[in-house]
């Protein structure tokens, strides 16, 4: 599987082109698809000037950024659940009035849990909305 930058989408498999938006993997390809850097102007094969556009290339720091805020994030909420599980189970063997609110903090960190599997996904299309918008402002 591979993710489009462009247009922030799966392709799966191991594709050349974007499925969706029809751009290249990070290298510029010929007709013939011939793999060339994605600086190329002249396929260094068979000499075509007729290359793909390569998606956006996506800085280091904004890869770095999406692992580490997925790995800070899951462990922030595997902490919570364990602290959840650990004080439900003392509740439950020595007072059971208190058993409704914990059963509520479980369906809240239910819902985190089901949140944190979105997020790199929302961020991802952060960072991308926000190197667009650099990029248009390039332009003009």
């Known amino acids: ?5 462009n ?10 082109f974007c499925n969706f938006c029809g751009k290249s993997y990070n290298v510029k390809l ?5 793999i060339n ?13 007729d290359l793909s556009v390569p998606q956006p290339k ?3 720091r904004v ?9 800070v994030l899951g462990l922030g909420i595997l902490y919570l659940v364990l602290l959840f599980v650990v004080l439900f189970l003392n509740q439950l063997f020595t007072r059971t009035d208190v ?3 914990l059963v509520g903090i479980g369906i809240i960190l ?3 849990l089901w949140m944190w599997a979105l997020v790199p996904l929302w961020l991802r299309k952060m960072m991308h909305r926000l190197l667009r918008g650099k990029d248009k402002d390039r332009r003009l």
């Not at 599987?1 to 930058?5: E, N, V």
């Not at 010929?30 to 011939?34: F, G, M, T, W």
């Open 1 to 5: 599987m591979k993710y489009c930058y």
């Open 37 to 49: 850097p994605r600086t190329a102007e002249v396929c260094s094969q068979c000499g075509s000037r």
């Open 7 to 16: 247009c922030n989408r799966v392709t799966v498999g191991d594709p050349l």
């Open 58 to 60: 996506v800085p280091l």
């Open 63 to 71: 890869r770095l950024l999406v692992v580490l805020a997925s790995i």
């Open 30 to 34: 010929c007709p013939r698809l011939h």
């Open 110 to 112: 239910a819902l985190l």
């Open 99 to 101: 058993l409704g609110d």
